[in-house]
């Protein structure tokens, strides 16, 4: 009888709707909890709570009403409303494929924010340009660090001092984090950050599969768009950077660099040893491969090398097991002298001192005009950059922008 099929169907689906019911409470047990970004709700992310992993699953921008109709002159104008402070409720951020985040995330503690594609999961900032230096794109006379009993001020327009930079990126671990923490940055691309890309002062950071990418009207001198810096022990593996300023702080002792293509332009140093003081420290370069930025008039000038101490005294040892790195011989620093030859090596503080070692007899092709300028010294035989065949130093293989 028809009656008994329909008995039977009704119960298939009861079973089927009540276990259905049951993986979507599972699955979001405690969302409600969670002190997301007014941006976030349940229509544009998933929560897992058994592994704490909220996936955004479509394009938002970070703004007070969680509208995404807003322009970026109307964004410029968000100071923290543009940040959103993970909670420890939540262990990872995956960002979907096909996806951008218009806006900049701080972790607090050990956290990992990933995305599901490194080309198309994206961390967005703005086209702007010095956009921490207000709508004159200036540095106002007034704004200043805490120095010398001096509290830290902003004067005019400008938005943030110079020593507060590093927390407006578009990644940051806030300072009252757990300091034995490890924070983890994997697969995706940070575009135009307001300022630093990937940064922390203290805490050490795992990144893998990061494409950093300044893509702003050439040039960009002034938007402090910095690449990575962290914490003691920080590790950066297969990584593509093409940025407007340090691409990478070997501030902290015991940093690691594999696998990684960095893009040098005019402003900035692929490698930044300091611009103040800093303790001895000891760092790894392994299969990185720098790359001249294209050419944009006859002469290239830069405004630091490829090794950097900006100020300040340091004493560094970099132990360097594959790495290539050529600049032609009409590349000028605007350093040392008028139309200086851009040398490898820079050293402003004259007890600042800079240990290059070939490791392990290592491929190696470092060339510049000149070797080094600067007060400080340089430790390195020249000749272990001599290695004819560099087929083996690739960089980040198949990591440029598609």
């Known amino acids: 009888m028809n009656i008994g099929k329909i008995f039977v169907t009704t119960a298939v689906i009861s079973v089927f709707s009540i276990t259905a019911a049951c993986a979507s409470n599972n699955n979001n047990d405690g969302f409600a ?19 704490k992993t909220l996936t955004i699953t479509e394009s938002v921008q ?10 970026f002159t109307q964004m410029d104008k968000l100071k923290d409303e543009f940040y959103w402070d993970i909670p ?7 960002i979907d494929e096909n996806v ?25 900032g703005t086209p702007t340009k010095a956009w921490a230096r207000g709508e004159n794109k200036k540095e106002d006379e007034g704004t200043r660090c805490s120095r010398n009993g001096q509290p830290a001020k902003v004067a005019g327009d400008d938005i943030v001092h110079d020593c507060e930079k590093w927390q407006y990126g578009a990644i940051s671990v806030v300072p009252t984090a757990p300091q034995n923490a490890t924070f983890y940055v994997k697969n995706l691309t940070v575009e135009n950050p307001r300022t630093y890309a990937i940064t922390s002062i203290r805490h050490t950071f795992h990144i893998d599969g990061v494409n950093i990418l300044n893509t702003r009207e050439y040039p960009d001198t002034q938007s402090n768009s910095d690449g990575i810096g962290g914490g003691p022990g920080t590790v950066i593996k297969n990584t593509y950077i ?10 902290r002792d015991g940093m690691i660099v594999e ?21 001895a420290t000891n760092h790894l370069l392994k299969n990185v491969k720098v790359i001249e930025s294209p050419s944009k008039s006859p002469q290239k000038r830069y405004n630091l090398p490829l090794f950097a101490n900006s100020g300040g005294k340091v004493d560094a040892t970099v132990r360097i097991a ?12 605007n350093k040392c002298m008028t139309n200086q030859p851009i040398p490898l090596v820079y050293l402003k503080h004259p007890q600042s001192k800079i240990t290059l070692i070939n490791a392990n007899n290592s491929q190696l092709r470092l060339f510049a005009p000149v070797i080094e300028c600067g007060a400080g010294t340089l430790v390195w035989p020249g000749n272990q950059s001599t290695s004819t065949n560099m087929q083996t130093v690739t960089g980040c293989e198949n990591c440029k922008p598609q």
């Open 33 to 51: 909890q969670l002190e997301l970004h007014p941006a976030l709700n349940s229509t544009n992310t998933q929560w897992h709570a058994k592994s």
């Open 62 to 71: 970070f703004v007070p009403d969680g509208r995404n109709n807003w322009t």
């Open 88 to 94: 420890c409720d939540i262990k990872t951020v995956l």
């Open 100 to 124: 951008t985040v218009t806006g900049h995330l701080r972790m607090t503690c050990e956290q990992n924010i990933e995305g599901k594609s490194r080309f198309n999961s994206i961390i967005y």
């Open 242 to 251: 093409d940025t407007w300023d340090d691409s990478i702080k070997l501030y």
């Open 259 to 279: 696998n990684v293509t960095i893009v040098h332009n005019p402003n900035g140093a692929p490698f930044q040893f300091g611009w103040g003081n800093k303790p």
């Open 322 to 333: 594959g790495m290539t790195a050529e600049y032609k011989n009409n590349s000028i620093l």
